[in-house]
Nanobody
Framework: QVQLVESGGGLVQAGDSLRLSCALS????????VAWFRQAPGKEREFVAG????????RYADSAKGRFTISRDNGKNMVYLQMNSLKPENTAVYYC???????????????????WGQGTQVTVSS
């Protein structure tokens, strides 16, 4: 059974950085496209960044461009989200999601992803 486990969240101040990690178990990561989503209190879950199965294609939400970087290490079954210059509005639960397909595109749709982690809380204070 495929499982995704996020880690790396926490409480930081505005302007700080965090690196989130997503560990996939039960299968090999190179079969999956992976994305990060987030959900703030009272808001819908939204796409943050995604990366295709070999890492050659990435996609970012406008709010993440220039500050966030998604990467993957297929040998370690890990996906990362480096977040720099964090802002209070980045406060949310961040989720890792995976789609078992070797695609040449990255979807921003929640419905596209079959597997989800439990999420990790990121809180940015002003």
């Amino acid at each position: 059974q495929v499982q995704l486990v996020e880690s790396g969240g926490g409480l930081v101040q505005a302007g700080d950085s965090l690196r989130l990690s997503c560990a996939l178990s039960g299968d090999t990561l190179n079969q999956y496209g992976v994305a990060w989503f987030r959900q703030a209190p009272g808001k819908e879950r939204e796409f943050v960044a995604g990366i295709n199965w070999h890492g050659g294609i990435t996609r970012y939400a406008d709010s993440a461009k220039g500050r966030f970087t998604i990467s993957r290490d297929n040998g370690k079954n890990m996906v990362y989200l480096q977040m720099n210059s964090l802002k209070p509005e980045n406060t949310a639960v961040y989720y890792c999601a995976a789609d078992r397909a070797r695609r040449t595109e990255v979807s921003i749709s929640i419905n596209f992803y079959d597997h989800w982690g439990q999420g990790t809380q990121v809180t940015v204070s002003s």
